[in-house]
């Protein structure tokens, strides 16, 4: 029995049982004092549990082994990639997983995880589009602009974090990463990303010539996977760092 009800039970039993008002603060009998004595207050003082209201946090241990939580598990445009996302108070966290990033999988020294980071989504603000890898970039969302930008490069031989200055990205060292198996985990240092919230778009290409591709985007249906000369993204996810919602929730899903 958690306590509230306990609680109310005991008051309930305490109560007089022929004389005085009701304990219901919200009905008093019309015809019966109000008993003073008794606060609401009362009520509003016992320990419920977690509060709903509380932001949503959950640490992840940057290890390359999968610690998301089912509620930070997205779905991408490709059925065998998933995409994931949480944060702390510290931390942004994203994680990739599909065979792009197992061991041994073909051209991983030519296939990127991206991830576009918008630090006042809706603005515009910002770079509109992605770099440009050999003939493949991609169009932000309508109101995304990005001011952060982390790559990792699918055999694991390369991970930066940049920052956008207004005309070019410049290399930042934030940020962490862990690999294994056919996971990836990154971390992003919420001191880089201001106050928030944010708005994130995560996607893979492959870069290798003729056999340019991008895939794995960040919401299935975000884009059809293929080549994509100007790749048009049309979600993303907003995360606010002050909000009760899990990464998954649909009110997330932007513009
Ligand atoms: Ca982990
Ligand atoms: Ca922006």
């Given amino acids: 029995m958690n306590r509230a009800v306990l609680a109310v039970l005991l008051l309930g039993a305490c109560g007089p049982a022929s004389s005085g008002p009701k304990l219901d603060a919200n009905h008093p009998p019309h015809d019966a004092p109000v008993d003073t004595s008794v606060s609401p207050d009362a009520f509003v003082s016992v320990d419920t549990g977690p509060d709903s209201n509380q932001p949503y946090r959950h640490a992840i241990v940057v290890d390359g082994v999968d610690d998301f939580a089912t509620v930070d598990k997205f779905g991408t445009t490709s059925p065998a990639y998933g995409a994931m996302v949480a944060w702390d108070a510290t931390n942004l966290y994203l994680g990739y997983t599909g065979p792009d990033l197992a061991a041994g999988a073909l051209d991983a020294d030519q296939k990127w995880l991206f991830v ?7 603005a515009s603000t910002g770079a509109a589009t992605s770099v440009l890898y050999r003939t493949q970039r991609a169009t932000f969302p309508t109101g ?6 982390a790559r990792y490069k699918a055999d694991g031989s390369f991970h930066e974090v940049a920052a956008y200055d207004g005309t070019t990205w410049v290399a930042t060292a934030v940020g962490q990463a862990a690999h294994a198996t056919d996971v990836v985990e990154l971390s992003i240092p919420r001191a880089s990303l201001g106050a928030g919230p944010i708005g994130v778009v995560t996607w893979m290409i492959n870069e290798k010539d003729l056999a340019e591709a991008s895939y794995a985007g ?11 000369a100007n790749l048009a993204l049309t979600k993303y996810l907003r995360v606010d760092f002050d909000a009760p919602q899990a990464p998954t929730d649909p009110t997330n899903v932007r513009p």
């Fill in 116 to 122: 576009y980071i918008d630090t006042d989504p809706g």
């Fill in 144 to 149: 995304f602009g990005a001011e952060l930008h």
């Fill in 218 to 228: 960040l919401y299935a249906g975000n884009f059809t996977d293929g080549y994509a």
